[in-house]
C-alpha cells in the first residue's frame, strides 16, 4: 500500500507536470506510478530540427522533465527534483508524428536519484526507440528552493 | 585565411540555425566563427519549470543546438550535421533575464566531432556558469538525409 | 541463422577480450552473444579505492570493455571497436567478492553502436547493481588502425 | 589564505591518494592545489587495449581519481568523496610513452562538486588532448562511509 501514490499526491503532481517551458513544448503526462512516468507529444514544425527531424532538444526536454517526474513521486511531499545531469544518446533521427517517453528510477537514494528515460517515435502505428537517456537528479527541500 | 568562413557560409548557416524548435524557444545566434558560435536567450515564463527556475530543457536544448552550429563552421559545405549524444550538467538554479551560450569544437574529426558548450546566466549585470555540456557530432553527406 | 556468431568469430573474440589492461584488471568473459556479453571480476585490493569501495575506474573499465565486446559481436570480421565515450551512474558504493557486468547493443548502426551496460556487485549471494553507463562506439576498419 | 591547503592536508591527500587500484594502474599524483589536481602514468603494455592503444578504462579511472581529489582539496577535512557519475570522450586512439591528467573542480556546491578532467597523451615531446570527461562528484561525512 505505501507503494502506491495518494489521490491527491497524483493530482498535485499532474497540475505541477504542466508548466513553463513543457507547456510551450505541448508535452502531456499519461501516466504517473510510484518510481514510474510516461508522456508523449503530438509533434508539429514546431519541434524540428534544421532537417525536419525532431530536434534533439524536444527529446532531451522530455527525457529529462519525464524522469523528473518518476523522481518525484517516490520522494517526500516536501520535496522538490532538480537535475543535476543528464546524458542522451540519439540512436536514430526521429520521424513521425508521435514521441512516447517512459522513465523509470533505478536507483532511489535519499538525496540523489537516478533515472533511466527512452523516447520512442510513433509513425504509422510503427514505435521505434530514438533516444535513452540516464538522468541524476537530487531531492531538495521545498523551503530551500524558496529562500533562493 | 582557410580557417575563416566565407560571407555565404556565414548567411548560409544563420539563416539555417533558425528553424522549427528554435524559433519556439526564441534562440538568437550571436557569433559563428571556424568552431565557435555563441547564442543567446531572452529569458520568459515560457522557459521556466515548476519553481521558476530556467528548464534543463531549455538549457540542454542551447547548449546542444549552438555546440552543432560550431560543428556546422567546420565540416564540407554539403555536410549536415546530427548530434549523436551529449551530457549536460546543472551547476545551479538559473534564475534572471538571459541565457548566454558559448561552444567551441574540441575534437574536429572527419565524421565525429566533439564539443563543449557552456550556458552562462545574466542577471543585475552579473554572469554566472549554469551548465556545462560535452556534446558528439556526426557529419552527415546531405545526400544521405534526403534519402531518409 | 545469421544472428549467431561462429565457432571461429567466437574463438577469436575469447581471445581478442584479453590483454593488456583486461589483463591487469583480471576480468574474465562469461558469454558472448550477438550483440550481449557477459564478464565478471573477482575482486580484491588490487580493485579498490580510498575508502575499500571498488574504484569507479575499476567499474568503468569493466562496463566500457563488456559493451566493447558486445559491439564486436555484430560488426564485420574486419572491423575493429573504438569506444568514442561513455557515461556512467554509480548507485551504490559497490563492497563484497564478485562484480558481474551485462552489456547489450541497443543500437547497431553501421559505423556507430550504442550499448548499455550495467554492473553488479555479489555479497553472500546478494546481487545489486552498482552502475549502469551507456557507451556509444565505433566501428572502424583494421586497416585504418593499422595505419596510425 | 583559505584559499589554500594547509602542509597537513596536502600530505594527508597525497597518501591517500595511492591506494588499491591506483597503485595497480601505476598513476603518480603531480600537483594539488585548492581545486586543481594534477597526475601522470608512464604508459606500458599493462594499460593497452587490443589495438596497442591505451586502454579506455585506464584513462577513465585517471579522468575520475584526478578529479576526485581536485574535489577532495576543497572539502572539509572530515568528509570524504564519492564519485556519483561521469562521462569521457576519447578525442584520439592514445598512443605514446605518458599520459598526463589536469582536473578542476568548476562547481563547488557544499554537497555536489562537479570537476571537468583532461587527459593528454605525451609522444616525442608533443602532447595531445586524447579524453575530456565532465565528473560529479558527492562529498560525504567520513562517518557514514564507515558505517556502511
Known amino acids: ?15 505541477d507536470f504542466y508548466q513553463g517551458f513543457i507547456k510551450t513544448c505541448g508535452f502531456k503526462l499519461d501516466l504517473l506510478e ?3 512516468a510516461k508522456s508523449s507529444l503530438e509533434v508539429t514544425k514546431a519541434h524540428s ?13 522530455m527525457a529529462d522533465h519525464t524522469a523528473g517526474y518518476a523522481a518525484f513521486s517516490v520522494v517526500p511531499e516536501d520535496s522538490r527534483i532538480l537535475t543535476l545531469e543528464f546524458k542522451i544518446n540519439f ?3 526521429a520521424v513521425g508524428d508521435r514521441l ?13 536519484l537516478v533515472a533511466d528515460s527512452e523516447v520512442y517515435s510513433q509513425s504509422d502505428g510503427a514505435e521505434k526507440l530514438a533516444a535513452k537517456a540516464l538522468v541524476t537528479l537530487m531531492a531538495v527541500p521545498a523551503t530551500a528552493l524558496r529562500s533562493k
Request: hydrophobic share 40%.
Open 49 to 61: 530540427q534544421q532537417d525536419d527531424f525532431v530536434h534533439a532538444g524536444v527529446m532531451a526536454t
Open 1 to 15: 500500500m505505501d507503494r502506491m501514490l495518494s489521490e491527491e499526491r497524483t493530482a498535485f503532481l499532474e497540475r
Open 100 to 112: 512516447i517517453c517512459s522513465a523509470k528510477v533505478v536507483k532511489e537514494g535519499k538525496n540523489i
Open 91 to 93: 540512436l536514430r533521427p
Open 34 to 36: 510510484r518510481g514510474r
